[in-house]
């Protein structure tokens, strides 16, 4: 659904439980006790009904005895009853519910669905939220509401822990009230009827008390949606998230790739890292609570011995991450601090004996240099410093920097006790130098995934021109004619269209005529069946013209026995490997169950490496991404990779944007695809396509490109300027406007005094998904190439498209001129076309200039109290959003 009335869940003023029976230690009971300890301000309210038990409920349920109307209700209750208690709170004014499990009830499958929608049909004409069925509860320290079965009350912290196992939160809250870290909020979301992981999210993404967000689940129901919610969460507030691979998560006979890859790909596009085990959540919650932002991945590694440090090192660089390498001054200051002989270097071991302030002292060192990025601390048991003297050093040093410093404490009882000072001193402890490094590099990918995160394919090719229509005219021929898989000429007319060479192979009548085009070709060849397009009976790596025969008869043999029907007469050949000798790869497309289109890549005839896969759309910078994570190039002759990773990172580019214009191409394969430094060669085709009751395109896609279709190009008073959506570069042109503007321009637009705007607030304008907002800014270049942004334009949809929420700002030295009135349409045109249902605005009584404009454009104005409310009904059924 949306976000709407969620405030009522997280803030409410008023909280009832409503149960039924008396079971002592039953949901209620805890519940209420909870609630009662937790320190709420609000009444809590207990609905009962006119019977022996102390809760009661059913067709004699009486909410209407409470003096109070709750803002938030809490059920514990038969499901087959919750239905009539949402509608009776409904219609009393309550907005949320929490619908807890169904304690000794026994219900078909059917029975639970039926239940399920009661609920919410109850629900939704009163705007009612509901989080559940068999929900734990929710809890939000700041307002003391404790409304959750929760064994412990968490602390208040700045992380947020959201879950769909409520033995998970339980474990967490246990867990960090042992590290004294707390939560902004807990939700434990259990079966998502109606509000779901995007939902908290969205609330969650713009919560003032909330700075880092880690989240345990298994399944996103709505890509769309998910996606959507997932990537503006992160865009100002780090996202970890932990998702259990699931056990039916098996690579099937039609997919060329597994769910979770799936879900890891997704989540790595969304900004988001991702954890395997509780260990590792439980350690997310405490770096997310005490870790700064980190500027670089250079590490610095410092122990009192070799031995540690280097176990340290190793593992940093196993797994991808870069030790710092020490400035001259740094080490010429560390050398006076050592007293030895050798020159410092990293990792650095410092004497056994060196005393706790002069640990602090190397720290001072290291930190100040500007070419260290963080640093770890090793530490073991030493008779000539107590460990929680070294930790007490450390943390002075901690506090004196903005640079993280990771320790770790290796021992037992002694290090046990290190670690706790540390923690209390607010710095990361850790008991192994592998949990250190994990954590660290946990923090490092989450810096690498936003840079994914800020990526905006377009819609529209840039980087070349396909030729739609003769792409559409190959497919159009194969549905017209009833077919599914593309004839090897339509397939690579289609191909073909989008740049992709199609190598075709060579075809021979007898054995001895494969031998002598084998000759031409230059051995090693492959060698298939002329007749056989869609069963793929290959014969590889055939070396000398022995092999080809045996090769033939075994390929004879193989289609009389799985194919009786194929009529063998000829035979295809083909290079086994490209010219550029790199191996044969496999690229294709293939739709997930959850996540639409999935393009993968691999080796050639499905290897012994799982596939890589990534979710379209694609640039340059997100293909290159895609082709590292497979290190299928990582072999590749070191003059020619630039070349080789070019021309495979086109040919993904390429396969993206078909996937965009062409919505019948439902599955490809090109296996294999030999890579030259001129381009790829599709060496075999299977293109899959389907009728389309309409037209898709990237809306079946689980990411919207930046819609680069909204671009205009308008002269406007002589002046060439370029309307278009925001992009994340147009940062500093917006902070520059926003400068730019007169005191009183400031003030109609923001509602008060605003010259500059927080570099978090700017991200958040710059980096919008483009599902639910969409800025048109108005860019002129001057001689140089120096853009500057004269204007801006701006709506925020609800995920239902009911409504959207517009605002405008034009550059002060160019009001008057009609700038704002082009915006504005082009803006209300977009909205149209999205099927928003109502666009509205509020402005200062006094901005008369923009009541006019609205006026003029249609609007419905309604004047409040130092406000006007700007109304514009675009449709009287919102088109729900793609």
Same mark, same amino acid.
């Given at each position: ?61 009486? !909410? ?101 196992? &409520? ?37 969650? &993404? ?168 963080? !640093? ?33 404490? !290796? ?456 406000? !006007? ?14």
């Amino acid at each position: 659904m949306t976000v709407r009335n969620l405030d009522f869940l997280f803030h409410p003023r008023a909280v009832a439980v409503v149960a039924e029976g008396g079971h002592p230690g039953c949901y209620a009971d805890v519940v209420l006790r909870n609630l009662e300890g937790g320190g709420f301000k609000g009444p809590i309210l207990r609905a009962r009904a006119k019977k022996q038990s102390l809760f009661g409920l059913g067709a004699h349920m009486h !909410v209407s005895e409470l003096e109070t109307v709750p803002d938030l209700a809490i059920i514990c209750a038969q499901l087959r009853d919750v239905a009539g208690v949402v509608a009776e709170l409904g219609e009393r004014g309550t907005r949320a519910v929490i619908v807890g499990p169904s304690l000794h009830e026994s219900l078909s499958e059917a029975q639970v669905a039926e239940a399920r929608k009661a609920i919410l049909d109850a629900a939704r004409p009163r705007l009612v939220r509901v989080l559940g069925p068999g929900s734990g509860g929710l809890v939000v320290p700041s307002c003391g509401l404790n409304a959750s079965v929760a064994p412990v009350m968490a602390r208040r912290g700045r992380v947020a822990l959201v879950v769909q196992s &409520a033995a998970i939160a339980a474990a967490a809250l246990d867990r960090a009230a042992s590290k004294g870290i707390g939560f902004s909020a807990v939700v434990h979301l259990a079966a998502g009827l109606d509000i779901d992981l995007a939902d908290v999210l969205d609330w969650l &993404a713009e919560d003032p008390e909330t700075e880092a967000i880690l989240v345990q689940f298994e399944a996103a129901p709505a890509a769309r949606k998910f996606m959507s919610a997932a990537r503006a969460a992160a865009r100002n507030k780090p996202v970890v998230a932990m998702r259990g691979e699931r056990l039916d998560n098996r690579e099937g006979k039609d997919l060329p790739f597994r769910g979770d890859d799936v879900y890891d790909t997704a989540l790595r596009r969304a900004g988001w890292i991702r954890i395997d085990t509780l260990e590792a959540l439980f350690d997310a919650a405490e770096a997310m609570a005490r870790a700064r932002p980190l500027r670089g991945e250079r590490l610095a590694i410092v122990g009192n011995g070799q031995g540690l440090g280097r176990i340290a090192a190793g593992t940093l660089l196993k797994h991808g991450g870069r030790l710092a390498k020490l400035a001259p001054e740094t080490a010429k200051q560390l050398a006076g601090l050592m007293r030895t002989g050798t020159a410092p270097g990293n990792p650095l071991a410092l004497p056994p004996d060196l005393a706790p302030e002069n640990w602090t002292a190397a720290l001072d060192a290291l930190v100040a240099d500007k070419d260290i990025d963080a !640093v770890l601390t090793v530490y073991s048991p030493s008779p000539f410093a107590f460990g929680n003297e070294v930790a007490m050093a450390i943390g002075a040093a901690a506090k004196r920097t903005a640079k993280n410093i990771f320790t770790c404490w !290796v021992g037992g009882g002694t290090m046990q006790e290190a670690q706790q000072v540390a923690a209390s001193q607010g710095v990361l402890a850790h008991d192994s130098p592998e949990t250190a490094i994990r954590i660290f590099l946990g923090i490092v990918n989450y810096e690498r995934n936003r840079e994914l995160l800020l990526q905006m394919p377009p819609s529209v090719a840039e980087e070349f021109v396909p030729d739609i229509e003769r792409a559409r005219a190959a497919v159009g021929e194969a549905l017209d004619a009833g077919a599914q898989l593309l004839a090897p000429r339509a397939a690579r007319e289609l191909l073909l269209a989008y740049g992709i060479e199609s190598g075709e192979a060579a075809p021979a009548r007898s054995i001895d005529e494969a031998i002598t085009v084998a000759d031409a070709i230059g051995y090693p060849v492959d060698l298939a069946l002329a007749n056989d397009v869609e069963h793929g009976l290959v014969a590889r790596e055939l070396r000398s013209p022995e092999d080809i025969r045996i090769a033939t008869r075994g390929l004879r043999a193989r289609a009389r026995a799985e194919l009786p029907g194929l009529r063998v007469g000829a035979y295809r050949l083909r290079p086994s490997a490209a010219r550029s000798g790199m191996p044969a790869l496999r690229l294709g497309v293939a739709d997930d169950a959850v996540f639409g289109p999935v393009i993968y890549i691999g080796e050639a005839g499905g290897g012994k490496r799982r596939n890589s896969v990534a979710l379209p759309p694609l640039n340059r910078r997100l293909a290159m991404d895609l082709i590292a994570r497979g290190g299928l190039l990582r072999e590749a002759d070191e003059a020619a990779r630039e070349a080789l990773e070019t021309a495979l990172a086109t040919a993904l580019v390429r396969l993206s944007q078909l996937l965009t214009d062409i919505d019948e191409v439902t599955a490809i394969e090109l296996d294999p695809i030999h890579v030259e430094t001129g381009g790829v060669v599709a060496r075999e085709r299977h293109i899959h396509v389907e009728k389309r009751g309409r037209r898709l395109g990237f809306r079946r896609f689980a990411i919207r490109p930046y819609p680069k279709e909204l671009e205009q190009h308008v002269d406007w008073h002589g002046r060439q300027l370029l309307i278009r959506p925001i992009r994340p570069e147009d940062e500093t042109t917006l902070a520059d406007l926003i400068a730019s503007l007169d005191p009183e321009d400031s003030r109609m637009r923001f509602f008060g005094a605003m010259r500059k705007l927080p570099r978090s607030q700017l991200a958040r304008f710059t980096q919008i998904d483009y599902d639910r907002e969409i800025a048109l800014v108005a860019i002129e270049r001057d001689a140089d190439g120096i853009e500057r942004s004269l204007g801006e334009a701006r709506m925020v949809a609800d995920p239902d498209n009911a409504a959207a929420e517009f605002a405008i700002l034009v550059a002060s030295d160019v009001k008057g001129g009609g700038l704002g009135r082009r915006l504005m349409e082009s803006l209300i045109d977009c909205a149209r076309k999205r099927g928003i249902g109502v666009l509205r605005g509020e402005t200062l009584s006094e901005n008369t200039r923009m009541q006019d404009l609205a006026r003029k454009l249609g609007f419905e104005l309604k004047t409040g109290p130092g406000v !006007v409310e700007m109304r514009l009904p675009l449709h009287s059924t919102p088109v729900p959003a793609a």
